[in-house]
C-alpha cells in the first residue's frame, strides 16, 4: 500500500514536470485538462493520471497531423487505423523482412561531417530533374492501390503534392486513373510502368499515360513474382473481412488487376504477371517505338546494370528494392547507390528510394550522389491516418529536417552537399 502512495505520488510529480516541458507544449497537446486533474484528489483522476502517465511513456497515438513530431508517429496511427490485411500489405517486406530492416540499417553507417562558420542563412533545396525544378529533392514513389489506406486514396496525395510543390509518380495498379490524378495534382505526374506480359496492354498503358501528359515513364523491373511475403499472409490470417473494393474476385494477380482502373476498358484475359519473366533489356527499345516520353528504370541496385541502362540508352535510373519487397539480398539501398552512381557515370541523373524516414537519411543520398530521394510508406502512413492533412505533414516535416541537417553541416545547396560531408563508419 505503502508503495502504491509512493508511486501514484511520484507519477504525480512526474506529471507535473511534464505539464511543465516545453516539448508538451510545443506538441499541440492540451495541457489544461492534465493541470486540472494535478489539482484533483478523486479515483478517476487516479485512474487518468494513469492514463496520462502511459502518454508519458509514449505509448500514445497522435490524434492531428500538426501534433506528429516525426514521421514514424503516423505509423502508429495508419496501424490503428486500417484493417489488418491492409497495414500488412503496407508493412510487409518478404522472408523475414530482413532487406526491408537493412533499407533502415544502411544509414546508420554513414555518419556526417559538419562544417563550421559557414553563412547558412538561405538554404536552397531545389533540385533539377528532366528540365523542372522542384522546390526539394524529396519525391513520392508509386504505391498501388491506395484506396485500400483511404477513400481518396492517390486523389488526396495528388492533393497533398500540389499543395507542396513535390513530384508525385503513379503505380500502373493505382486505384484511380492518370488522367484523375493529373487534374488533382494539377500538372502531369511521372508514370509508373509495369510491363505486362501482354505487349498490347503495356503499350496501351503507355500511350495513355502520354496522351494524358506524363512526361516521364518509370519502368519497374524489380519483381519476379509471386514471392514470399509473410508478414501480409499473417496478417490475413486474423482479418476474415470480404474486401470486395480491392479484391472482387480474390487475390490472384489477374483478378486485382481487372479492377485497376488503368486496365478498364482493356482486354486483359492474357494478363497473368506484372513483369513477365522474360523481360530483358530489350524491351527499352520496344517502349522507345511507342512513346517519346523519358524513360527511367526503377529498382537497379548494381553497378553492371547502371552501366547497361546507359548503354541502352535510358534517361534515368531509381535505385529500389522496392522497399524490401523483391528479393531477401540483405542489402540496403544505400548500400547500393555508390556502385550505381559509378555505373551511372553521371551520364544519367540517379534517384533512390527504400526506409527514407528522416532528412539526414536523404542528405546521406545526396551526399553519395543522388539527384534525388523517393519516400514510399511515409507518406501512405500519413494517408491512412489522416488523408491529405497527412500527407502534407509527412512532406512537410521531411523537408524540414532536411533543411536543418543541411544547415548544421554548412551546405547551403543540394549541389554542395558532396561525399566529404560524410563518413562511412566501417573505412
Ligand atoms: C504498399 C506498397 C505498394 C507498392 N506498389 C508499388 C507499385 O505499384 N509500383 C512500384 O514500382 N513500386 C511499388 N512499391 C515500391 C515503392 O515505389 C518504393 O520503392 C518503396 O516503397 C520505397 O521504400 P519505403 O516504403 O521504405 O520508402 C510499393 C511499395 C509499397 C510499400
Known amino acids: ?71 514514424m508517429e503516423f505509423e502508429a496511427v495508419a496501424r490503428k487505423k486500417l484493417p489488418p490485411a491492409h497495414f500488412g500489405y503496407l508493412a ?72 507542396k510543390g513535390r513530384l508525385q509518380v503513379l503505380s500502373t495498379v493505382a486505384s484511380s486513373t492518370v488522367e484523375a490524378v493529373n487534374e488533382a495534382r494539377g500538372a502531369p505526374v511521372w508514370f509508373q510502368l509495369y510491363p505486362t506480359n501482354d505487349w498490347n496492354i503495356t503499350q496501351a498503358l503507355t500511350k495513355r499515360a502520354e496522351a494524358a501528359g506524363c512526361r516521364v515513364l518509370a519502368l519497374t523491373v524489380d519483381q519476379q513474382g509471386p514471392n514470399n511475403r509473410e508478414t501480409l499472409l499473417k496478417s490475413r490470417r486474423v482479418d476474415s473481412r470480404q474486401c470486395s473494393d480491392c479484391h472482387l474476385n480474390g487475390f490472384t494477380f489477374n483478378a486485382q488487376v481487372r479492377q485497376r482502373p488503368m486496365f478498364a476498358g482493356l482486354d486483359v484475359s492474357n494478363v497473368n504477371a506484372t513483369i513477365p519473366r522474360n523481360v530483358t533489356w530489350d524491351i527499352i527499345k520496344r517502349l522507345r517505338d511507342v512513346t517519346t516520353m523519358k524513360l527511367i528504370i526503377k529498382g537497379i541496385v548494381t553497378r ?17 528494392n522496392h522497399g524490401g519487397r523483391g528479393e531477401e539480398s540483405n542489402r540496403s ?47 501512405l502512413w500519413g494517408l491512412a491516418a489522416f488523408g491529405q492533412p497527412g500527407v502534407e505533414r509527412v512532406l ?9 541537417i543541411m544547415r548544421q553541416a554548412g551546405t547551403t545547396s543540394v549541389e ?4 566529404a560531408y560524410i563518413t562511412d563508419r566501417r573505412r
Open 1 to 71: 500500500m505503502g508503495n502504491f502512495v509512493d508511486d501514484k505520488n511520484c507519477r504525480r510529480r512526474f506529471l507535473r514536470l511534464l505539464a511543465a516541458s516545453p516539448l508538451l507544449a510545443f506538441s499541440g497537446f492540451s495541457l489544461t485538462p492534465l493541470k486540472r486533474l494535478l489539482l484533483s484528489d478523486s479515483e478517476s483522476a487516479t485512474n487518468s493520471l494513469a492514463a496520462l502517465e502511459n502518454i508519458a511513456q509514449g505509448e500514445d497515438l497522435i490524434t492531428s497531423p500538426e501534433q506528429a513530431l516525426n514521421v
Open 92 to 163: 510487409t517486406g518478404v522472408d523475414d523482412d530482413a532487406t526491408l530492416r537493412a533499407n533502415r540499417e544502411g544509414f546508420a553507417r554513414l555518419q556526417i561531417r559538419a562544417r563550421r562558420l559557414v553563412d547558412v542563412q538561405k538554404i536552397d533545396m531545389s533540385v533539377r530533374l528532366f528540365d523542372v525544378t522542384w522546390d526539394s529533392p524529396i519525391v513520392l514513389a508509386p504505391v498501388g492501390g491506395q484506396k485500400a489506406f483511404h477513400p481518396e486514396g492517390e486523389i488526396a496525395v495528388a492533393k497533398a503534392a500540389r499543395r
Open 304 to 320: 553492371e546494370d547502371a552501366q547497361l541502362a546507359v548503354e541502352h540508352g535510358v534517361d534515368g535510373i531509381i535505385v529500389s
Open 333 to 379: 539501398t544505400i548500400e547500393c547507390l555508390p556502385e550505381v552512381i559509378e555505373g551511372a557515370a553521371k551520364r544519367i541523373p540517379v534517384l533512390i528510394d527504400g526506409g527514407f524516414r528522416r532528412g539526414t537519411d536523404i542528405f546521406k543520398a545526396l551526399a553519395l550522389g543522388a539527384n534525388a530521394v523517393c519516400i514510399g510508406r511515409p507518406y
Open 396 to 404: 512537410q516535416i521531411m523537408r524540414r529536417e532536411l533543411e536543418i
Open 416 to 419: 554542395q552537399i558532396t561525399q
